[in-house]
């Protein structure tokens, strides 16, 4: 893994496309993922984005951008203007493409940096998607900007496997996970458990009631219409779809979505988000 300090210019960026009706900006403290050869790694999204990885194999490369706090610090003023004018609101999504709690996290401080200047100079809300229970390291700063602004945080655990065949293990494990989503909850923070990508799922009536003990709803997405691409087309060029019909031949459809979209709503009535209003934190029925 080859990883880097880097300057950022600025740290909030405009949001477009499958982000424009989740949040005024994104936020990305660092580019790549040390996770990227983890079981997450092998479906995401942000392994096919040019700008980010700018040839370099995905997986290999952690760009720390070291001063995101003074970034942010600089511009949040008229970012905030420009979305309220705009948007409506000023929010923020922590983060779109790398995780915001990689492994480097713990020394480079990034993140907790960048949550430091948004404590001083909150949003109006704020969504943290994370793949890996490290979240808890900011467990008091999280605590105390919830109290500043609308904060949720999305803690993704994609199945109750932990891998597919074929597959490498992930960032960390079902159970961390669960873990740090009832660890968060106890906290008093808003937490939604993202199925995303939605993989098969051996249990869905235990795995649907365990997120209902841990979370304030669920997000179901498939990479069909997640990835951003016509019919899932970025993820079926990744070993993930071989991954899921090793295990569920009819996984890589979207009738698989709403079959487990059908058995979440019994266990989370009115808390079942799918695919994009998911993530904009627009839960109901059918």
């Not at 496309?17 to 403290?29: D, E, I, K, N, R």
């Not at 467990?139 to 932990?162: F, G, Q």
């Not at 459809?253 to 709403?258: E, S």
Request: proline share 6%; charged share 25%; aromatic share 6%.
């Amino acid at each position: 893994m080859n990883v880097e300090r880097v300057s950022v210019r600025s740290i909030l960026t405009r949001t477009s496309g499958f982000l424009a009706s989740v949040t005024s900006h994104s936020a990305q403290p660092y580019r790549g993922c040390s996770f990227g050869r983890s079981a997450c790694g092998v479906g995401c999204y942000a392994r096919h984005n040019r700008w980010i990885t700018q040839g370099r194999p995905w997986g290999e490369f952690l760009d720390a951008r070291v001063d995101a706090d003074r970034s942010y610090r600089t511009h949040v003023a008229r970012e905030r203007a420009w979305a309220r004018r705009a948007r409506g609101e000023f929010s923020i999504f922590l983060s779109s493409s790398t995780d915001p709690f990689v492994p480097q996290e713990r020394t480079l401080r990034v993140t907790h940096s960048l949550l430091l200047a948004m404590l001083d100079e909150p949003p109006d809300a704020i969504v943290v998607q994370t793949h890996t229970d490290r979240v808890l390291d900011e467990l008091d700063t999280l605590r105390a900007l919830a109290a500043r602004c609308r904060l949720r945080v999305h803690l993704s655990i994609e199945s109750d496997l932990d891998t597919l065949p074929g597959l490498p293990p992930p960032a960390a494990s079902v159970d961390r996970r669960f873990a740090a989503a009832s660890a968060l909850k106890a906290a008093g923070l808003r937490v939604v458990v993202t199925v995303s990508p939605l993989w098969p799922i051996a249990d869905p009536d235990a795995f649907f009631a365990r997120i209902a003990a841990c979370a304030d709803a669920v997000v179901l997405d498939h990479f069909i219409e997640g990835d951003g691409s016509r019919d899932g087309a970025r993820t079926r060029s990744t070993a993930l779809p071989a991954a899921i019909a090793a295990v569920d031949s009819g996984a890589n459809a979207l009738a698989h979505r709403d079959r487990m979209a059908a058995i979440a709503r019994r266990h989370l009535p009115d808390r079942v988000g799918v695919n994009i209003d998911g993530f904009a934190g627009r839960f109901g029925g059918p």
